[in-house]
């Protein structure tokens, strides 16, 4: 295919192979029908897999962050006063305080004791003693209550970050 004339770059002054003159290129070559359609198939094939790939992007997102701790709620006293992002704390609101967690991120905390879940949004830090209490999020007093632990004081919870992929 190659013709190399005898010099150590091929007898071509740019230094590199010169070919003959009957050589057709990949596509010359491949001439017959069978040849023909087994390329087909794999472009074909290829286009598919590639295909099924982007559909699935999902999958190659990071898992959200999990977390499985204790979870408390809110004084009736910090009503009015100021959290982390600057806003006014009620407890009327589905927000809650941890050191885990983005500020202004969402979770959803499931109440392991009932199963029962709630979607809140982080606004608040949680003093640093409470983290080694094992207490991984603080919530407002409405939030305790839909998850159904207001009278308990404290449960044991789920606590997951939801992304923009996985919000439902």
């Known amino acids: 295919m190659c013709k190399n004339n005898g010099s150590k770059y091929g007898g071509n002054p740019s230094g590199l192979f010169t070919f003959h003159a009957g050589y057709k290129g990949l596509l010359g070559q491949i001439t017959n029908s069978f040849a023909m ?50 806003e006014t704390f009620r407890n009327s609101k589905m927000t809650a305080a941890s050191n885990q967690f983005k500020l202004n991120s969402w979770v959803k905390v499931t109440n392991l004791r009932n199963n029962k879940v709630i979607k809140v949004r982080i606004n608040d830090r949680m003093h640093v003693k409470m983290a ?37």
């Open 37 to 86: 359609k087994q390329l087909f198939s794999l472009v074909v094939a290829f286009c598919v897999c590639t295909n099924a790939q982007t559909q699935n992007d999902t999958t190659l997102l990071p898992k959200p962050k999990t977390i499985i701790g204790i979870a408390s709620f809110y004084s009736s006293n910090l009503d009015g006063t100021k959290t982390s992002t600057g």
């Open 132 to 168: 080694h209490k094992g207490r991984v999020v603080d919530l407002s007093r409405s939030a305790a209550k839909e998850l159904g632990f207001l009278s308990r004081g404290l449960t044991r919870v789920k606590v997951e970050e939801i992304t923009n992929a996985h919000i439902d």
